[in-house]
């Protein structure tokens, strides 16, 4: 089964912080990008924060300082810890990345999790 699961999400108080994760199946390997993307109603999705497989961090202004991007190899995981967290953040986040898959060739391909809310109250 090739899925992403993220967790973590949930209701905080603004100046809050929330720790998101991302579990890749086992069926996910050689994960080439990565990164998170979110959607706030009525909005476009939007990249949150990214890294390449060099490890080269790219985060959105809106969050640079507060945000963290991070990766567990072993745990084929992805995070991102949420800092001073804003209303302005409330959204759903997406898990993206860019991997290859067992059985199914050498080709990456880009794959995405459901998402989970964040909402931050004021």
């Known amino acids: 089964q090739v899925q992403l699961v993220e967790s973590g999400g949930g209701l905080v108080q603004a100046g809050g912080s929330l720790r998101l994760s991302c579990a890749a199946s086992?069926?996910?390997?050689?994960?080439?990008?990565m990164g998170w993307y979110r959607q706030a109603p009525g909005k476009q999705r939007e990249m949150v924060a990214s890294m390449t497989s060099g490890d080269i961090t790219n985060y959105a202004d809106s969050v640079k300082g507060r945000f963290t991007l991070s990766r567990d190899n072993a745990k084929n995981t992805v995070y991102l810890q949420m800092n001073s967290l804003k209303p302005e953040d409330t959204a759903v986040y997406f898990c993206n990345v860019e991997a290859r898959v067992i059985g199914m060739g050498i080709r990456y391909r880009e794959i995405w999790g459901q998402g989970t809310l964040v909402t931050v109250s004021s």
């Open positions: 086992r069926s996910i390997i050689d994960i080439n990008t």
